[in-house]
């Protein structure tokens, strides 16, 4: 088992700019896509990024290019998403989630393991 504990959210002003980190253990880490998705109340989990196994390769979604960059350390075993000019439709609970392919990454379906999120909430 791949075990995902998020940290880094919380309260900010719309503007403003939040790190999320995921730290990995149990499994080689860089065996695996690592991927951040979102879910507002009475909505859908969404693709939010994600990056490859080496961090050559990124993905983003349409709401969040421009914003938000996705990043990983292989050495730390965590993957990052760094989130700036925040907007209220930004506000969800956010998960990070590994995979073993870039096939269809933005698909929630393809990720075999799941952190227990971590709540963003953007003021206006």
């Known amino acids: 088992q791949l075990q995902l504990v998020e940290s880094g959210g919380g309260l900010v002003q719309a503007g403003g700019s939040l790190r999320l980190s995921c730290a990995a253990s149990?499994?080689?880490?860089?065996?695996?896509?690592m991927g951040w998705f979102r879910q507002a109340p009475g909505k859908e989990r969404e693709f939010v990024a994600a990056i490859s196994w080496s961090g050559g390769s990124t993905y983003l979604s349409d709401s969040v290019k421009g914003r938000f960059t996705i990043s990983r350390d292989n050495a730390k075993n965590t993957v990052y998403l760094q989130m700036n000019s925040l907007k209220p439709e930004d506000t969800a609970v956010y998960y990070c989630?590994?995979?073993?392919?870039?096939?269809?990454?933005?698909?929630?379906?393809?990720?075999?393991?799941w952190g227990q999120g971590t709540q963003v909430t953007v003021s206006s």
């Open positions: 149990g499994r080689t880490f860089s065996n695996y896509v």
């Open positions: 989630a590994a995979g073993r392919t870039l096939v269809a990454v933005t698909t929630v379906a393809r990720y075999d393991y």
